[in-house]
């Protein structure tokens, strides 16, 4: 989808659209009055205080029909510039306006507002000529939000809305919006009650559902199976840490305000760690290490916690509580291009196995000139993004560039995949860290007899188990591959009075191998029931009548077909676990 923001021409249309919607809405409710109307990466909103009046959904057309009126009518828009002194003046009724201005330089900035018909509205501009190029808009919602964000100041409406040049790129926008609706994963996982959130938790806290602790155990049984063949070492650590854990390692200086405020008990202060590498770092302390040990590769499937901006929280995919797929590996200087590799290698492996086609690595590396963001150590930051390019180069992988992307202890490397809908999102990342162990002062004894100090890969090949959920939801709409379907087979027995043992044993036969199935056995309609499986994208369904019973067979119908086929138990039991054992559809 489009950056309308960072599109000049776009930019100028969804601005000279926003002045429209306020336009309208003055006509319909003149005692309306404006404070923001900015463009965003999707189109634009005006923030409006409208008294006691507040937007509803049948609002929307009624501001449209009257933003079109205006259009048809073709008045020009009319740039004028103002003094700060006649810019009061013109303005003294509106005190959201009058705040804009009285923060306004009037030594340095030209005051200027922009006309068009009977309204005028301070702004910048710049404007497109005439209203009658702002044709083809479309009003997309509406919401509250405080004056100044700011919860503290009075609640104003905001309403969002969308600007195209012609019909054909807004029904494409539109039509892109609804895919995105039907694959929008909070709307999934409620219908398929594959997580919830509740106020009584707390924003950003997902509890997850029966179902999708299903889809969430598979994939760390799969990831776990994966990483325990590269030698890797799971651990569990607590999910708080002293303040001086963060201070030694510096994600204190560096990153307090994404950690939740501290929690003093008895003489000791905590926090809910936000990520797990200091954790990590005493475990590899524990013991003695010899560079015969290198690489120690220590993992866990470990809860976090981060202050995101309620704003920013969403689904599963953006959350103040996660699971991280994560692991450190400990290597000595001259095993960080094998080790990277193999990180490398896992990935693409992992995405084969997703089918993920759709996607590009990213170096992530510091801005030289910010020393408050990231440690300040020149020859160390050259030596570690010299040494991800060199393998990035061996590897023959595309990547690009991006300045001041890196963790404050060293570049990343992160993987940015196209979902099926929306902007991209990074799901895996490998950061090289030479500062972490110093701070810690770890140490391996090399073949010289002497102490050495160890580099170390972070690396989370599904970055959180939450968000790779919500990937999947989104990607799959919800049916998943069999693997990881929380129901795989349900079984409708045609009729219970002649059916119902018949389908007992089949539920039988299948959950002793443990393949995940249910047995509907309600005094509903075979229809009914056929129609809510398939609604449930529910992999197989399996019909069971007379003539399944009396041949020893069933008849399946495979999600989103509407073909029945018949074999053997047997038979079927084996394509079924095949397809598990080799993650197929």
Sequence with gaps: MINIKEDKKLNTLNHSCAHLLAQAVKHLYPQAKFWVGPVIEEGFYYDIDLGDKVIKDEDLPKIEKEMKKIAKDGKRIVRHELTKKEALEKFKDDEYKLDLISRMDENEQVISCYTQGDFTDLCRGPHVETVKLLKHFKLLKFSGAYWKNDAKNKMLQRIYGVCFENDEDLQNYLQELEERKQRDHRKIGKDQELFMTHELVGSGM???????????????????????????????????????????????????????????????????????????????????????????????????????????????????????????????????GDEFKKVVKLILDVYEDFGLKNYKFRLSLRDPSDKEKYFDDDKMWNEAEAKLREVLNELNIDYFEAIG?????????????????????????????????????????????????????????????????????????????????????????????????????????????????????????????????????????????????????????????????????????????????????
């Excluded at 475990?283 to 015969?292: A, D, E, F």
């Excluded at 443990?514 to 056929?530: A, F, Q």
């Design 405 to 585: 992307e890196a963790a404050f202890y060293g570049p990343k490397l992160d993987v940015e995949v196209k979902p099926a809908v929306g902007p991209d999102v990074t799901l895996s990342t490998c950061q090289l860290d030479f500062l972490l162990p110093r701070k810690f002062e770890l140490t391996y004894i090399d073949n010289n007899g002497q102490k050495q100090t160890p580099v170390v890969l972070h690396r989370a090949i599904f970055g959180t188990f939450d968000r790779f959920t919500a990937f999947l939801i989104e990607e799959t709409k919800g049916a998943f591959p069999v693997w990881l379907s929380p129901i795989q087979v349900n079984i409708i027995p045609v009729n219970n009075t002649y059916h119902l043992e018949y389908a007992e044993e089949i539920f039988k036969l299948l959950n002793d191998k443990n393949i995940r199935v249910e047995l509907d056995s309600r005094e509903e309609k075979l229809g009914y029931k056929m129609r809510e499986s398939q609604t449930r994208k529910i992999p197989y369904t399996l019909i069971l009548g007379d003539k399944e019973k009396e041949n020893q067979e069933i008849s399946y119908r495979k999600f989103g077909s509407n073909e029945t086929t018949t074999l053997k138990i047997a038979d079927f039991i084996d394509m079924i676990l095949n397809k598990i054992t080799n993650k197929e559809n």
């Design 206 to 336: 997902p509890l997850w559902l029966p179902n999708g602790a299903i889809i969430r155990k598979q994939l760390e049984n799969y990831i776990y199976e994966k990483e325990q063949k590269l030698g890797y070492k799971h651990v569990y650590t607590p999910c708080v840490g002293t303040t001086n854990l963060y201070k030694t390692s510096g994600h204190w200086d560096h990153y307090k305000e994404n950690m939740f405020p501290e929690m003093k008990v008895d003489d000791e202060e905590f926090v809910l760690r936000p990520m797990n590498c200091p954790h990590h770092m005493l475990v590899y302390k524990n013991k003695l290490h010899s560079y015969r040990d290198l690489p120690v590769r220590i993992g866990e499937f470990a809860t976090d916690f981060r202050y995101e901006a309620s704003g920013a929280v969403k689904g599963l995919e953006r959350v103040r509580c996660m699971c991280q797929n994560d692991a450190h590996l400990f290597v000595t200087p001259e095993q960080i």
